[in-house]
């Protein structure tokens, strides 16, 4: 064999091994996109599921149906709320009544006395409310006794909403006790002009 016919030889197996390392980058690259959409769709299921649990176990998104917190929070507003039934004054919580979920604020907890005069003023422990969330003052469906004790382990919660809102000052709804609670409201997420931290 002469020296002509073996450098054709070598030439031509350089496109082969060419060809080869082609096909193994193309190869290799399937299996990398392949990899990569399996890893992707199992981040995804992943996130969903601790989004579901979070919204689930923690942070409860809810949306508000009618306008007894008005003007605070209003009809269709949507909410991120905390699980707790560890509330303080002023907190506005959800409970469970018979199959409805309702959202009041927290008037007085276990202990407090208090009084509503036939203009709606509420009298804490003998000390006369500032209530800034509320725009009309009123005695509202009330059918108690004042002065009255809120029981152990109890809340005595009202609507901002006071001329329409039934609560606390009605039998049909009464105290809360701490187990019928659900949580409390952290912040409006939606509509976006109310986007913040509920006071």
Avoid: H
């Amino acid at each position: 064999m002469d020296v002509n016919s073996e450098d054709r030889n070598e030439k031509s197996s350089f496109p082969k091994v060419q060809e080869l390392q082609d096909e193994l980058l193309r190869v290799n690259n399937g299996i990398g996109y392949k990899q990569l959409i399996k890893n992707t769709f199992v981040i995804l299921i992943v996130t969903a599921a601790v989004v579901v649990l979070i919204n689930t176990l923690l942070l409860p998104v809810m949306k508000i149906d009618g306008n007894s917190m008005s003007p605070t929070l209003r009809d269709s507003d949507i909410v991120v709320s905390l699980k707790t039934s560890k509330l303080n004054r002023e907190d506005i919580c959800f409970f469970y009544d018979d199959n409805r979920i309702l959202c009041k604020r927290v008037i007085a907890v276990s202990g407090d006395v208090i009084s509503i005069d036939e203009e709606g003023n509420v009298m804490l422990n003998n000390e006369l409310l500032s209530e800034p969330n509320i725009t009309e003052k009123s005695l509202g469906e009330c059918d108690i006794e004042f002065p009255y004790t809120i029981p152990d382990d109890s809340y005595f919660v009202m609507g901002d909403n006071r001329p329409t809102s039934i609560d606390s000052r009605s039998t049909e709804i009464g105290c809360i006790p701490k187990d019928r609670v659900e949580g409390k409201i952290l912040f409006c997420f939606w509509p976006i002009p109310d986007f913040g931290i509920i006071k």
